[in-house]
């Protein structure tokens, strides 16, 4: 799987979008963006997950540039409760596991 | 509805005792599962998974085992546990849904060895 790099962490007022950048410059073609995140002292929670296109679910939006060697994890309106880690994973089709990094660490401001 | 059952939430152990962790998985077939271990401060450390009953595989050396006795049940175990098993542990499962593995973790059990 390829490798990503994200910043460790990132601050963002209540109420504002959040915008978590990943950079993965070796993604090979049959590679998947994940996206996670982990509240303190809970399990990891699936977020969105994407190919190519951009992608939007009642979470967040994905979006991956046209070369795809990074992508963006939009939080639309920030709340508290969006502070946690946010893991960005690359994985090939038919890899069983998931390979977790440092991710970043997301604290939304009063 | 699938849920995923982890227990218990916290223990405390002393060095050299035995630990067992049970993680079952309800209201799916054939999963994925999947033993991670978070130590304080670090990221997810991916320990054991396994595709089937009986069907283990191990990521890295260490002092723990898994084991999978039933479909939907995954057990981690020592049998003497050493200060650097002190961690989070969390159980997950993945079954295939179209391009997605759809993971879905445990809350986890924080084990501290004393």
């Known amino acids: 799987d390829a490798k990503t790099t994200q910043p460790p962490s990132m601050d963002c007022a209540e109420g504002r979008a959040a915008n978590l950048p990943c950079n993965h410059s070796t993604i090979s073609g049959n590679e998947y963006v994940y996206w996670y995140r982990q509240i303190h002292s809970q399990g990891p929670q699936y977020i969105i997950h994407g190919l190519k296109n951009n992608e939007t679910n009642e979470m967040a939006s994905l979006i991956i540039t046209e070369d795809r060697k990074s992508s963006t994890l939009i939080l639309p309106h920030a709340t508290l409760r969006d502070t946690a880690v946010y893991y960005c994973?690359?994985?090939?089709?038919?890899?069983?596991?998931?390979?977790f990094g440092s991710g970043t660490r997301l604290q939304v401001q009063p | 509805s699938q849920t995923i059952h982890q227990w218990p939430a916290t223990l405390v152990q002393p060095v050299g005792s035995p630990l067992s962790l049970e993680c079952t998985v309800e209201?799916?077939?054939?999963?994925?599962l999947y033993w991670y271990r978070q130590a304080a401060g670090r990221g997810l450390q991916l320990l054991f998974y396994?595709?089937?009953?009986?069907?283990i595989s191990s990521e890295v050396p260490q002092n723990l085992s898994a084991s999978r006795p039933q479909d939907r049940q995954f057990i981690l175990s020592s049998k003497k546990l050493l200060l650097s098993d002190s961690g989070f542990y969390l159980c997950?499962?993945?079954?295939?849904?179209?391009?997605?593995?759809?993971?879905?973790f445990g809350s986890g059990t924080r084990l501290t060895v004393v």
């Open positions: 994973i690359v994985r090939r089709t038919g890899r069983r596991a998931l390979t």
């Open positions: 209201g799916t077939s054939n999963p994925n």
């Open positions: 396994s595709v089937g009953i009986g069907q």
């Open positions: 997950a499962w993945s079954v295939l849904e179209g391009a997605n593995y759809g993971y879905t």
